[in-house]
């Protein structure tokens, strides 16, 4: 009799918005890591109004915490990608729970998606928000997941871009500029750490 692999769940709250409160779930840290209460909050803290009636993606979603904190605060649509098939229905089965109909779900590959969401972008004309979040490197088959990452952001059409955000392992130091984008700002939280990117200013 063949075995069913058992994903342990786990669960966080939506921290604000028009879901405030409402639980999601989130697999196993082995699936798919989540990003901690502390980050999202300091992340939204940061983004604040800006992000209503703005497009949010989220690439490497896992179960989608963030992009549906962004659309539980206003965002207009938001993006999610996601290749794990567990993490994936997770995903599906969050949305649902929340009614949250701005949502747009692809499966599969971040690196092989990722431009039919900009294809998805290209008649919008609201201003976008990315947000990465790869898997760390330390894990197997990752090493060169960064480098991948960077080359996705320059694909970006920065006339449409207002904002670029990723999270990745502390001990890596970002480029300055990526492209026509510009760092301006990091929080570090342990392990972690956010680095905000905008299109350079003429």
Same mark, same amino acid.
């Given at each position: 009799?063949?075995?069913?692999?058992?994903?342990?769940?786990?669960?966080?709250?939506?921290?604000?918005?028009?879901?405030?409160?409402?639980?999601? @779930?989130?697999?196993?840290?082995?699936?798919?890591?989540?990003?901690?209460?502390?980050?999202?909050?300091?992340?939204?803290?940061?983004?604040?109004?800006?992000?209503?009636?703005?497009?949010?993606?989220?690439?490497?979603?896992?179960?989608?915490?963030? $992009?549906?904190?962004?659309?539980?605060?206003?965002? $207009?649509?938001?993006? +999610?990608? @996601?290749?794990?098939?567990?993490?994936?229905?997770?995903?599906?089965?969050?949305?649902?729970?929340?009614?949250?109909?701005?949502?747009?779900?692809?499966?599969?590959?971040?690196?092989?998606?990722?431009?039919?969401?900009?294809?998805?972008?290209?008649?919008?004309?609201?201003?976008?928000?990315?947000? +990465?979040?790869?898997?760390?490197?330390?894990?197997? $088959?990752?090493?060169?997941?960064?480098?991948?990452?960077?080359?996705?952001?320059?694909?970006?059409?920065?006339?449409?871009?207002?904002?670029?955000?990723?999270?990745?392992?502390?001990?890596?130091?970002?480029?300055?500029?990526? $492209?026509?984008? @510009? +760092?301006?700002?990091?929080?570090?939280?342990?392990?972690?750490?956010?680095?905000?990117?905008?299109?350079?200013?003429?």
């Amino acid at each position: 009799m063949k075995k069913h692999n058992i994903i342990k769940l786990f669960t966080t709250n939506i921290i604000a918005g028009k879901y405030k409160g409402q639980t999601i @779930e989130i697999p196993d840290i082995n699936t798919t890591r989540s990003s901690k209460s502390i980050l999202k909050e300091s992340l939204f803290n940061t983004l604040q109004f800006d992000i209503i009636d703005k497009n949010f993606v989220e690439v490497f979603a896992g179960s989608g915490s963030v $992009g549906l904190e962004a659309s539980s605060r206003g965002a $207009g649509q938001c993006y +999610f990608i @996601e290749h794990n098939r567990q993490a994936y229905n997770i995903l599906q089965s969050n949305t649902r729970k929340l009614n949250a109909t701005n949502c747009n779900l692809f499966f599969g590959d971040s690196f092989e998606k990722f431009s039919l969401v900009l294809e998805a972008l290209t008649n919008s004309s609201k201003k976008t928000y990315f947000y +990465f979040d790869p898997p760390f490197s330390t894990r197997d $088959g990752m090493d060169e997941i960064y480098d991948k990452t960077i080359k996705l952001i320059e694909s970006i059409d920065i006339n449409s871009c207002e904002m670029v955000i990723v999270e990745h392992m502390t001990n890596l130091d970002m480029p300055e500029k990526i $492209g026509d984008l @510009e +760092f301006f700002k990091r929080k570090k939280f342990g392990r972690s750490t956010i680095s905000y990117f905008k299109p350079e200013e003429d």
